[in-house]
């Protein structure tokens, strides 16, 4: 596949950019030409930067240039934000100016009928050598160096961290993107819109992610593939050093049909898929929830080694209700060991009998509930006595927050043992309750490091999808 | 059954008692004397109120009794928060002062293994015709007239409405009300945590809240049920007028031997329970968060005649994953009529070529995005006339919220006809993106009426559940 030879080297190009144009800037907020200009400045991006626009002389404080031939030196990359009509000419400028890589922004061309204006502006950048992502697209973000071409307002408030997105469809990576962005804590290191895929492609950012030291995780959104062998060979092979979570749609016959006519990609059958990814070591998801729910405990925690799980939790319901969703995913609820057992003992009152696995730390927090440091006591003894239990792999816990009990949670939860010392264990928490009180504690632990869930099931599917990698990749 | 006799008048006593004795109501805020008593103040309950402590004369402002027998005048109700061994003593006061009902907070009775402390309790209250909801329970809450039991903090902000909850279990229910009421726009119309259930129990519960004109709608936690045969009789009668919803625990092996240690009933067998639910017309729900995405579509959705099923979104992903999980589900995805292709065509771009179901509102809305207006517009065509297409007995709605794009949706939303002419056909949105702009417009919608999911699986989810429903039971 003499297409896919040099797919890292210019994909490095278009990540990492020394000069960019952006081709229909535009002064109106709100419109895209303004947004990914507004964006490169919020994140701080160090290249030089092109504002093209024949009826602006500035735009945000940047010199604006008429056409791509003015602008002055060398341009790695233009990103192209202007009617489909107008990009073949556009592509022609990009052409004599030698530039490495376009991201087209625009749409109308195949997935809206418009296949010879498509077929025009492709060929024009393959005679000269320059790569495409789109069209149809919101481009690329790289956190690392502050690169983007999305026009999703906000983008500038993205963290770095180690999940990349990849989703071929523009529109939706552009919400996918403000959700992660305004609501989670882990940080991003590469996101990509494939679009139309007419040329840059699932495999060549598999290839590329797969070699990026700052991407962990890689998540994708899959319409359809178009070269689904050669997928599934570079998959299996970037499954052994990080997980690949794929979101397919189309999968149903109707689905696949919408697919058509918005992408214009041919969806596969369902389950010759699902069959294909579990061979490649990808584990597919259900929702966008879900693929976010999964990325979380994959990017922040550490992977179970067996199926055998510990719960605690502050009521009883919490215990019954997590050993049933444990059961039905998989898991095994082992007894605990002596000493577990007597340390949590210790720290229940004396008519409280039943001591296993569930483990109910509620008799416990009454007992120590009259001081956050009676509290803290009772949340370090039992985590740290559970992660050390020799018969269990993994650990979730079930928490909730009450209206106003704030302090006494954070003044525990943020000093004790377990959140200084990392385990090697995974620790995933269900935190339901009173909303103000919820949020502020799940914003607490996930930003050091620890996944939460509004509800104990989607704890338990995240845990059950890092057991699944462990032993289809690394058992 | 002749227990069950009186179960509904004595019922409504508990719910609407004239005077109400908080025994063990404390001075010291955060201990459930303590909140309990301001629960009843912040709910505005217009009943006697009597706190009683032996060593405090006065609290939250109104004047404290020693004990029981010290009350002036008839006492309807009495909640006991104090430790279980005192429990037995207060009972033999109730009962010498003709108190109708008690509700017990105390917990440390069979579920500790102390049947006989229980049994001592339960056999003063039956010599005497006292009815007990509980042990171990926060017992009621009644937003028609501000009664309640709880101790969980912030039980003055429950908002009226027409959900009715009832859960075997205390502290489980205090943490799924804290929820409620600080996330959610639905009311409520009686709470009650049955507890050990040595007395009043599901069934009736179930026969009170099925005559009770405020609930529309029931929501049930259940860990076992001791009479499954009445239990199943009693939902059978009551589902044909208002939907059940049971979220049944314990229903592994080892969820069930955790049950047992909890609040010391039999968890049933998964598989009998699941059989006796469909016949008995109830629909059984898989979490707690599956409890809350079913009970506010019940509740402020009219329910879909059968499976033909609209979807329309802003973008052509949400269109393809929407009807990947309508087909999934059980869903058709009928053509649309030719009148409603026409209207969409009429707001859409000569471009958009392929208009269908699901239906594509993007380009439209990319046509109109130029002023609040336009884009009102888009909105009040795409959802008459799909609300309107005899083709759909139902409609979803995938939207998405951006970072500050919230006062254009705002203004389009809040104004078009669909939300001031209710239609007779359910609309549930899906709405993702941007944490800030997707609560607000979630919060619009919904207090408008509109069930708002962050994921378009689970609004789906929700509309097939009522699907269910209708068909089990109004077919």
Redesign the interface.
């Known amino acids: 596949m003499p297409k896919h030879v040099n797919e890292i080297s210019d994909l490095k190009l278009i990540f990492e950019p020394r000069s960019v144009a952006i081709i229909g800037a535009s002064r109106t907020p709100?419109k895209p030409g303004y947004n990914i200009l507004k964006n490169l400045i919020d994140l701080g991006f160090k290249g030089e930067l092109y504002p093209v626009n024949p009826e602006a002389t500035e735009i945000l404080g940047l010199k604006a240039y008429p056409r791509v031939d003015s602008i002055p030196g060398r341009l790695d990359v233009a990103v192209i934000a202007t009617p489909a009509s107008t990009v073949p000419e556009i592509m022609e400028s990009c052409a004599r100016k030698h530039v490495k890589g376009v991201v087209i922004i625009s749409s109308?061309f195949s997935?809206?009928?418009?296949t010879a204006l498509e077929e025009k502006m492709v060929k024009i950048a393959q005679e000269a050598g320059v790569r495409i992502i789109g069209p149809n697209t919101t481009g690329v973000l790289n956190t690392a160096n502050g690169f983007t071409s999305s026009f999703?307002?906000?983008m500038g408030r993205a963290k770095k961290g180690h999940v990349a997105i990849v989703?071929?469809?523009g529109?939706?990576l552009?919400?996918?993107l403000?959700?992660v962005?305004?609501?989670q804590q882990f940080g991003l290191s590469k996101v990509v819109g494939l679009g139309n895929k007419r040329d840059v492609d699932d495999v060549d950012v598999l290839n590329y992610l797969g070699q990026d030291p700052e991407t962990k995780v890689i998540c994708m959104?899959i319409?359809g593939v178009s070269n689904g062998r050669s997928f599934l060979t570079t998959a299996r092979k970037i499954s052994k050093k990080k997980p690949i979570l794929v979101?397919k749609?189309?999968?149903?016959?109707?689905?696949a049909?919408?697919?058509v006519?918005?992408?214009g990609s041919l969806?596969g059958r369902s389950e010759i898929f699902g069959a294909a990814c579990k061979q490649a070591g990808i584990i597919q998801v259900?929702?966008?929830?879900e693929l976010i729910d999964f990325a979380k405990a994959f990017a922040l925690q550490p992977l179970p080694k067996g199926k055998k799980i510990g719960v605690v939790s502050?009521?009883?319901?919490?215990?019954?209700?997590a050993?049933?969703?444990?059961?039905?995913t998989g898991f095994q609820?082992p007894d605990l060991s002596t000493e577990t057992v007597e340390a949590i003992r210790k720290i229940s009152p004396p008519?409280?009998?039943?001591i296993?696995n569930?483990v109910?730390v509620?008799p416990a927090i009454e007992v120590g509930m009259h001081s956050p440091l009676e509290a803290l006591n009772v949340f370090n003894t039992a985590f740290n006595v559970l992660l050390e239990d020799k018969n269990l792999d993994s650990l979730i816990a079930v928490f909730?927050?009450?209206?106003?009990?704030f302090p006494m949670f954070e003044t525990a939860l943020s000093d004790i043992t377990f959140i200084k010392e990392r385990t090697l264990k995974p620790l995933l928490f269900s935190i339901?309750?009173?909303?103000?009180?919820?949020d502020e504690i799940t914003k607490l632990l996930e930003s050091n490091g620890f996944p939460v869930y509004?509800?104990?099931?989607?704890a338990i599917r995240a845990m059950s999808a890092m057991c699944e990698y462990y032993i289809l990749n690394r058992a």
């Not at 259900?286 to 929830?289: A, T, V």
């Not at 008519?351 to 039943?354: F, L, N, P, V």
């Open positions: 709100g109308g997935e809206e009928g418009n999703v307002p906000g989703a071929q469809t529109v939706f552009g919400y996918m403000a959700y962005i305004s609501s959104y319409e979101l749609s189309g999968v149903t016959e109707k689905g049909k919408v697919a006519s918005h992408t969806a259900e929702s966008f929830e502050v009521t009883g319901a919490g215990c019954v209700i050993a049933d969703s444990c059961v039905k609820i008519w409280h009998k039943r296993g569930p109910d509620g909730f927050g009450l209206y106003r009990s339901s309750g009173d909303k103000e009180a919820t509004p509800d104990v099931t989607r």
